[in-house]
């Protein structure tokens, strides 16, 4: 195998620019770099601006495993998650069909509500709390205005991820 870089002149430096394979057998490939400012353009984050949470809870190992079960069972089916209160609980609703559908009891003796049809995305949901099983503390924040927040601390660093949610 060979490789080769190639670097250009980019804001008064030299910079990768390329990367050039080519195998004994013929094969040859390209990669070609994108610059910062262009990658820094297209990555355009909005700025969130807040909202007030309607409802926090604390999830359980035991609440990520049930979610996490229902996802491998629907999830091929159902990428979106629904989360509505009924008294004191919250629900995670999975499918929505006449057949293909799960109710996740996943909090009790919340305060505050969801009301609505918000969904949010159910494998990058469970990504982000898997990484709780490492972390001190982890809580999660829905907003019936279409987010949810989910923060996770460690010794070294807090993280905060937010989700829009989806209409259904």
Same mark, same amino acid.
């Given at each position: ?106 909090? +009790? ?31 999660? +924040? ?27």
């Amino acid at each position: 195998m060979f490789l080769r870089l190639i670097k250009e002149q980019r804001g008064g430096e030299d910079v990768p620019a390329e990367v050039s394979f080519k195998s004994p057998d013929g094969h040859k490939a390209s990669y070609r770099f994108m610059s910062g400012d262009v990658a820094d353009e297209q990555i355009k984050v909005p700025l969130f601006k807040g909202v007030e949470w309607d409802v926090v809870i604390t999830p359980t190992e035991e609440n990520m495993k049930d979610l996490s079960y229902f996802n491998n069972v629907l999830g091929s089916f159902e990428p979106v998650f629904t989360a509505k209160t009924d008294g004191g609980d919250l629900l995670f609703y999975i499918g929505s069909g006449a057949t293909d559908r799960a109710t996740v009891p996943f909090a +009790s003796g919340v305060s505050g509500s969801l009301t609505g049809s918000l969904s949010w995305p159910l494998v990058e949901t469970l990504a982000i709390l898997k990484l709780a099983t490492k972390a001190d503390d982890c809580t999660m +924040s829905f907003s019936s205005k279409g987010a949810l927040k989910i923060e996770l601390g460690t010794e070294l660093a807090k993280y905060e991820y937010i989700l829009p949610a989806r209409t259904r």
